[in-house]
């Protein structure tokens, strides 16, 4: 059955940095594009991120362009969020989601999301 | 970017009852629009995609209608697993966004 396993959140101070990691099984993860959501405590979901199935696209929310970094290793079934100058504001749980769409290298074939990870927690504060 | 608008914020009712749910955006997102339900401490669980298609395994209670700006999320006799939040999202224009949410309650 489809796994993805987040590891990597904690409590980081402001300006740091932090690498979320997504580890996928039972699927394969070189098919699809794969997603980062966040989920501020108490708050809705946002998308944070998109990356394509092999790697050449990636699309990001404005609040996190620049700072936040999406990639894959497929020969490793893993997903990642590189997160540069983090801010109180990127306080959330953070899901790694798969796509249903395989094959595809724009946003107007992917955006459902059938299957997510328990999520990572990320504190940013001093 | 486009915006989602859920109402009501919560909904209370009885098991054996029948929920609606309603999701409107603020500019046409075709059929691109999903429902995903949400438990406590749980991650979301797609439920229906493109408007009215049932994910894998969705019990043939949760039903999704619309297209254009409304969209109607109908659980057609509520379980006691039903009780949550759920989140519509669209799929049309990047970045993809989630309506803010609204929790079935139980009554």
């Known amino acids: 059955q489809v796994q993805l396993v987040e590891s990597g959140g904690g409590v980081v101070q402001p300006g740091r940095s932090l690498r979320l990691s997504c580890a996928a099984s039972g699927f394969t993860f070189s098919n699809y594009g794969m997603h980062w959501v966040r989920q501020a405590p108490g708050k809705g979901l946002e998308w944070v991120a998109l990356?394509?199935?092999?790697?050449?696209?990636?699309y990001y929310t404005d609040s996190v362009r620049g700072r936040f970094t999406i990639s894959r290793d497929n020969s490793k079934n893993t997903l990642y969020l590189q997160m540069n100058s983090l801010r109180a504001e990127d306080t959330a749980v953070y899901y790694c989601a798969k796509d249903t769409a395989p094959y595809c290298s724009s946003t107007s074939c992917y955006g459902v999301l059938d299957y997510w990870g328990q999520g990572t927690l990320v504190t940013v504060s001093s | 970017e486009i915006v989602l608008t859920q109402s009501p914020a919560t909904l209370s009712l009885s098991p054996g009852e029948r929920a609606t749910l309603s999701c409107r955006a603020s500019q046409s997102v075709s059929s691109y629009l999903a429902w995903y339900q949400q438990k406590p401490g749980q991650a979301p669980r797609l439920l229906i995609y493109d408007a009215s298609d049932r994910a894998t395994g969705i019990p043939a209670r949760f039903s999704g209608s619309g297209s254009g700006t409304d969209f109607t999320l109908t659980i057609s006799s509520l379980e006691p697993e039903d009780f949550a939040v759920y989140y519509c999202?669209?799929?049309?224009?990047?970045?993809?966004?989630f309506g803010q949410g609204t929790k079935v309650e139980i009554k």
């Open positions: 990356i394509s199935y092999d790697g050449s696209n990636k």
């Open positions: 999202q669209q799929r049309t224009n990047w970045p993809w966004t």
